[in-house]
């Protein structure tokens, strides 16, 4: 299906490089007919490559720090300006931790750096809803979206604190939603996403392992940047209007699997090493 955005505005957070889900979402919806700027931290834009996406993609950058109230305002008061009016999506596609980053295990985090996790992975997230909220800034109908991870759920070896900061991710989707759409009939959902090879999570230690072992798990394989942009812009769409306080998993099935078969032949395999000791 074609043109399935034509005539859409958006904003899109977090897009760093070519590796990243929020790269592949804007070359997506800029595909299907869209519209949009672009945001990331300063400092993101100089070690990244986001004024090739923007020449790509014919879109404008506005520079932001997404725990900074008045950057936001800044970003999508600049957003109307430049795209003639109120938007139709929103992506936030941000998340970082210093205790993972720092390999400090969960039982003795730095909480100077869970308080950055959470403000920068989670509450930025309610951070953009709240202005986008006062601003009146997104149409009917519209849709904005976060991306999350299975960890809001259950506990996977190494991720951290980043699981704190995706359930909380996750809570405020459903509250906020519930407002939002009462008042102003605007929708708000998180995706789930399969665990994928970004700039950022290839620096995560055992990641290989992880996309290996959820690749095995998954009835379909892991989702990977382009499929969570085909479904991202399905949600901005209208197709999926009465969507909304969601928490959507596009993982291929691993969210519903307890054990597979390829998964349990590649446990039988280990078994069958002779480990010493």
Do not use: C
């Not at 205790?99 to 295990?105: E, M």
């Not at 930025?124 to 976060?146: R, T």
């Not at 959507?248 to 349990?264: I, K, T, V």
């Amino acid at each position: 299906m074609n043109d399935l955005l034509k005539g859409k505005k958006g904003i899109i957070f977090g897009a760093l490089d070519e590796k990243s889900m929020a790269w592949k979402v804007a070359e997506k919806a800029y595909e299907q007919g869209a519209i949009f700027t672009l945001s990331n931290t300063p400092v993101a834009l100089r070690f990244g490559q986001l004024d090739e996406l923007a020449k790509k993609t014919n879109s404008t950058i506005i520079p932001a720090d997404a725990t900074n109230i008045a950057d936001l305002y800044d970003v999508f008061e600049k957003s109307m300006e430049i795209l003639g009016g109120k938007v139709d999506f929103v992506l936030h596609s941000i998340g970082m931790s210093l205790n993972v980053r720092k390999k400090i295990p969960y039982p003795e985090l730095n909480y100077d750096y869970y308080k950055k996790t959470l403000d920068i992975s989670a509450i930025s997230f309610h951070k953009i809803l709240q202005v986008a909220y006062k601003l009146d800034a997104v149409n009917e109908w519209g849709s904005i979206l976060a991306l999350s991870y299975i960890a809001a759920q259950r506990t996977l070896y190494r991720y951290n604190d980043m699981a704190d900061a995706k359930a909380l991710l996750e809570s405020i989707a459903r509250s906020f939603g519930y407002i939002y759409g009462r008042e102003k009939k605007v929708r708000v959902n998180t995706i789930s996403q399969s665990p994928t090879m970004t700039t950022a999570g290839s620096g995560v230690a055992g990641i290989d392992s992880l996309i290996d072992f959820t690749e095995r798990m998954s009835p379909l394989g892991n989702a990977d940047a382009v499929d969570l942009a085909d479904y991202t812009v399905t949600l901005f769409s209208d197709l999926t209007r009465k969507v909304t306080m969601q928490n959507l998993f596009h993982d291929g099935g691993f969210s519903s699997m307890g054990m597979s078969l390829r998964a349990m032949h590649q446990y039988n395999k280990s078994l069958e090493v002779d480990f010493p000791g």
